[in-house]
């Protein structure tokens, strides 16, 4: 009968416990975490994105810039050395004009390098971000699975818990469930063992007394110290 009562003890603990996990869910805290975590790199990534987009942008342009001015060089180029016949006038103009485009495709050029550069970095930038995000997303709802196994498995303990309780308390006589519950409901807990004379509920010695109470089969035995039931010998006895 002791067992039966230190048996339901236990799975009352079992209970509280998993009537714990279930209010905090354990890993709260870390999917907020994850969650902010993948939101601060979204916002990381969006930003390199319309960054590359620009510079993309930048690069056609430069291109685009680059096709017009060394069309109108050819053509210039074409008339200076054509079989026409111009004046000392025209061609200076022409030359100082061809220069001035030389060196205005050598800067557009050089601009445009620069740019196919900063693209590149940009790019890789983009790509060790989308992997961070991938990584980030696995994890949570790795975590999330985690975390409803666990619920899972916790609701399970409970029940089983609940169902063991109800099974000793139908084994046991009315009276002593009764006193146990009523000790329970001040204390937390109303059966204790003795080892070596010891209560294991108050941790003291109980008293040559109670021992003897227990040698002679005595109904209910309490702790003399803690109160906790010790032993029970039954009705008849
Ligand atoms: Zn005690």
Redesign the pocket.
Known sequence: MLDLLLKIQQDREIIKKAEKVLKERPNNDFMKEKKKQFDEKKSEYKNVDSKLKMVKESIEQFEKKLQDVRKELKQEEDKLYGNMKYDLKFINTLEKSIKLKEDEIKDLEEKSLDMMCEEEDLSKERDVLRKKLIDIKDEFYENKKFGNDKIIETKKNMEEAEKDILNCEKKLPPRLLDKFNELCSVKGTGA?KILNGV??????K?SAVTIDEIKNHKNIVY??????I?YYGGDSK
């Open positions: 204790a209560c294991s509920g108050c941790r003291m109980v702790c003399d110290n803690c109160g906790r010790i």
